[in-house]
């Protein structure tokens, strides 16, 4: 039986706008997938779209971060890891042929390398799989796809190719569930963060190695920080990632809002915008580059920062990886005896000799004198290769931010510190944002200026600007324009670069009858104008109101005691006619006004 033999066919018919024609299958589609959480999810949502794209039957794809071979749980295989299979293959089963493996003679095929391979950019239009990879799918019955760089479809598609967009959607959004173990101790977390009665802001740094790197934002840290960064921006720097030069200039870079807002800065103008300081912050993303040093200024300005770790124990963890084998790391070579330094010496002093001898050996290195990160830093421009433990621990990563992509796609508040990635793509922020704006556009997402922020900030330490009610309503003004405005920016400079950061309109309609809500035209900013259909009818307004009054706590009382000092506060208390103003100020600014 040659290797085009056994592939199977299915025929079926539109039955419904919701499922896209399905035609003959012409082959297997296998994908191959690197990276972190968030392009893996973006691979993901594009292979479906592709395999639709040239009516091919997908093989479940395979994420190279979960194979065996990384030293996770046998009981788990590569996207099972992750994700729910079955899940998966339900959802979309009126939409693609989904199998989990390759039939027998193909894998053979595969394993002796006679299948072609296409090691796809994220920019691949479809053009390209018509034309390119549709012919070789014809003739050989499987093509294999590489993707490595978070996507292997173009983001915006043709108005004709609309309805592979909310393809997109269903995948990500409907058919991507995670297995069951994630979902219950993501339940279990989002259960004690609500347990005291208040909603709480999810907070994701952003603050990555590679994010600092691409960037230039090395000179923000501390020297062992700063030289990681370089070290990092030199290797990308080589391999054509980034261009420019080694040396940036870290503070403009910061005050052009290409780096990372501090945890310090978004503690500053959460509690300028009035949130008490008891509110709960929820810290997605586990450890933030730079250290904990960094978050000790948040900690000083919120009283309840709370993380994944400290809302679940190292049981309910273990358990999420599963049966894990133990490895144990070799004993550390002891240095030299005094007798082999003796042979050497002897060695060097043997006559006659007939042949000029190579040069001596090399020192050997120790682990006690490459222990750390200076070790290779000095000793090379590449970095170590990973230890199983490492590449173990960059599994597990999956899982953490699974658990809090769950966490943040539900919180009351969510506030990003960056929204990019490592290679200047929109990162896990981004995808969160898409997500919360494609399940409810009314919910509570700040993308703040990191511009704008930086200077408000930087005004306020080098006294420039007082805390007074001025600058207050700078800052509220800011945090609420963003509400409109955020969702307006993202649909010029993350879309075009990932669809999922930004899935509307194609994947909405408008169920409101009045589209202008508190000065702003949220319709058209959205640029939704497909109305829902009937079954989807609900009270829009009440559901508005209701999301009001759940909102979190807003402390006008901070201002005197957390900004202005403590001399103020007897000032301040039962000035009836301050809160009037106040009330005043912000009724304006709803309403649109210039001050």
Same mark, same amino acid.
């Given at each position: 039986?040659?290797?085009? /033999?056994?592939?199977?066919?299915?025929?079926?018919?539109?039955?419904?706008?919701?499922?896209?024609?399905?035609?003959?299958?012409?082959?297997?589609?296998?994908?191959?997938?690197?990276?972190?959480?968030?392009?893996?999810?973006?691979?993901?949502?594009?292979?479906?779209?592709?395999?639709?794209?040239?009516?091919?039957?997908?093989?479940?794809?395979?994420?190279?971060?979960?194979?065996?071979?990384?030293?996770?749980?046998?009981?788990?295989?590569?996207?099972?890891?992750?994700?729910?299979?079955?899940?998966?293959?339900?959802?979309?089963?009126?939409?693609?042929?989904?199998?989990?493996?390759?039939?027998?003679?193909?894998?053979? !095929?595969?394993?002796?390398?006679?299948?072609?391979?296409?090691?796809?950019?994220?920019?691949?239009?479809?053009?390209?799989?018509?034309?390119?990879?549709?012919?070789?799918?014809?003739?050989?019955?499987?093509?294999?796809?590489?993707?490595?760089?978070?996507?292997?479809?173009?983001?915006?598609?043709?108005?004709?190719? =609309?309805?592979?967009?909310?393809?997109?959607?269903?995948?990500?959004?409907?058919?991507?569930?995670?297995?069951?173990?994630?979902?219950?101790?993501?339940?279990?977390?989002?259960?004690?963060?609500?347990?005291?009665?208040?909603?709480?802001?999810?907070?994701?740094?952003? +603050?990555?190695?590679?994010?600092?790197?691409?960037?230039?934002?090395?000179?923000?840290?501390?020297?062992?920080?700063?030289?990681?960064?370089?070290?990092?921006?030199?290797? +990308?720097?080589?391999?054509?990632?980034?261009?420019?030069?080694?040396?940036?200039?870290?503070?403009?870079?910061?005050?052009?809002?290409?780096?990372?807002?501090?945890?310090?800065?978004?503690?500053?103008?959460?509690?300028?915008?009035?949130?008490?300081?008891?509110?709960?912050?929820? %810290?997605?993303?586990?450890?933030?580059?730079?250290?904990?040093?960094?978050?000790?200024?948040?900690?000083?300005?919120?009283?309840?920062?709370?993380?994944?770790?400290?809302?679940?124990?190292?049981?309910?963890?273990?358990?999420?990886?599963?049966?894990?084998?133990?490895?144990?790391?070799?004993?550390?070579?002891?240095?030299?005896?005094?007798? =082999? /330094?003796?042979?050497?010496?002897?060695?060097?002093?043997?006559?006659?000799?007939?042949?000029?001898?190579?040069?001596?050996?090399?020192?050997?290195?120790?682990?006690?004198?490459?222990?750390?990160? $200076?070790? $290779?830093?000095?000793?090379?421009?590449?970095?170590?290769?990973?230890?199983?433990?490492?590449?173990?621990?960059?599994?597990?990563?999956?899982?953490?931010?699974?658990?809090?992509?769950?966490?943040?796609?539900? !919180?009351?508040?969510?506030?990003?510190?960056?929204?990019?990635?490592?290679?200047?793509?929109?990162?896990?922020?981004?995808?969160?944002?898409?997500?919360?704006?494609?399940?409810?556009?009314?919910?509570?997402?700040?993308?703040?200026?990191?511009?704008?922020?930086?200077?408000?900030?930087?005004?306020?330490?080098?006294?420039?600007?007082?805390?007074?009610?001025?600058?207050?309503?700078? %800052?509220?003004?800011?945090?609420?324009?963003?509400?409109?405005?955020?969702?307006?920016?993202?649909?010029?400079?993350?879309?075009?670069?990932?669809?999922?950061?930004?899935?509307?309109? =194609?994947?909405?309609?408008?169920?409101?009858?009045?589209?202008?809500? !508190?000065?702003?035209?949220?319709?058209?900013?959205?640029?939704?104008?497909?109305?829902?259909?009937? $079954?989807?009818?609900?009270?829009?307004?009440?559901?508005?109101? /209701?999301?009001?009054?759940?909102?979190?706590?807003?402390?006008?009382?901070?201002?005197?005691?957390?900004?202005?000092?403590?001399?103020?506060?007897?000032?301040?208390?039962?000035?009836?006619?301050?809160?009037?103003?106040?009330?005043?100020?912000?009724?304006?600014?709803?309403?649109?006004?210039?001050?």
């Amino acid at each position: 039986m040659g290797p085009g /033999e056994g592939v199977g066919f299915s025929v079926s018919t539109c039955k419904s706008s919701r499922t896209l024609c399905r035609l003959q299958s012409t082959g297997f589609l296998f994908v191959r997938i690197r990276g972190g959480f968030h392009e893996i999810r973006n691979a993901i949502s594009d292979a479906v779209a592709v395999a639709r794209l040239i009516n091919a039957t997908l093989v479940i794809p395979e994420i190279l971060s979960t194979t065996s071979s990384k030293g996770i749980s046998s009981e788990f295989k590569s996207f099972a890891y992750l994700y729910n299979e079955d899940q998966f293959m339900a959802a979309l089963a009126k939409d693609v042929n989904i199998i989990k493996t390759l039939p027998k003679n193909l894998k053979e !095929a595969r394993r002796k390398k006679k299948i072609p391979l296409y090691r796809v950019p994220s920019s691949a239009s479809p053009y390209f799989y018509r034309h390119q990879v549709l012919p070789m799918l014809r003739k050989h019955s499987v093509v294999e796809l590489v993707v490595s760089d978070g996507g292997c479809l173009q983001s915006n598609l043709h108005p004709d190719l =609309e309805e592979y967009q909310r393809l997109r959607c269903r995948v990500a959004f409907h058919a991507l569930q995670f297995r069951q173990e994630v979902q219950e101790l993501a339940t279990k977390i989002l259960r004690r963060l609500r347990s005291p009665g208040r909603p709480f802001i999810a907070y994701e740094p952003g +603050m990555t190695r590679e994010a600092l790197a691409y960037y230039g934002c090395a000179e923000l840290f501390q020297d062992v920080h700063t030289e990681l960064i370089q070290h990092k921006r030199s290797w +990308m720097l080589k391999r054509g990632i980034v261009k420019g030069k080694l040396s940036v200039d870290s503070a403009q870079q910061r005050l052009n809002g290409s780096c990372p807002l501090m945890p310090e800065e978004i503690g500053i103008i959460l509690r300028a915008y009035g949130y008490r300081s008891d509110s709960v912050i929820y %810290i997605s993303g586990g450890e933030v580059f730079g250290g904990q040093r960094l978050l000790i200024p948040l900690h000083a300005i919120f009283d309840n920062v709370v993380d994944r770790t400290s809302l679940s124990t190292s049981y309910e963890l273990t358990r999420l990886y599963g049966r894990e084998s133990n490895f144990v790391d070799p004993p550390p070579r002891p240095p030299p005896s005094v007798v =082999e /330094e003796r042979k050497l010496e002897a060695w060097k002093k043997t006559v006659p000799r007939p042949r000029p001898l190579p040069p001596p050996p090399a020192r050997s290195k120790y682990p006690h004198n490459i222990e750390g990160w $200076w070790g $290779w830093v000095a000793e090379s421009d590449n970095e170590p290769d990973s230890t199983v433990m490492e590449l173990r621990t960059n599994a597990h990563k999956l899982l953490w931010e699974a658990i809090d992509y769950i966490v943040c796609v539900e !919180a009351d508040v969510f506030i990003p510190g960056f929204d990019r990635d490592g290679k200047g793509r929109p990162n896990f922020a981004s995808l969160v944002m898409g997500h919360r704006l494609y399940q409810s556009a009314a919910s509570v997402t700040y993308r703040p200026d990191r511009k704008e922020v930086a200077k408000f900030v930087d005004d306020l330490r080098e006294g420039m600007q007082p805390a007074n009610r001025t600058w207050l309503s700078s %800052i509220r003004k800011h945090l609420r324009r963003t509400l409109v405005d955020g969702p307006m920016e993202a649909f010029n400079t993350s879309k075009p670069l990932s669809f999922l950061s930004h899935p509307v309109p =194609e994947c909405s309609c408008w169920r409101g009858k009045d589209s202008v809500s !508190a000065g702003f035209n949220h319709q058209a900013a959205l640029k939704v104008w497909q109305s829902c259909p009937s $079954w989807m009818g609900v009270n829009v307004n009440s559901k508005l109101k /209701e999301k009001e009054s759940d909102d979190l706590d807003v402390d006008d009382g901070f201002i005197s005691s957390f900004f202005f000092g403590r001399g103020m506060e007897n000032q301040g208390a039962g000035n009836n006619a301050g809160k009037e103003e106040t009330h005043l100020d912000d009724q304006e600014e709803l309403e649109g006004g210039e001050r």
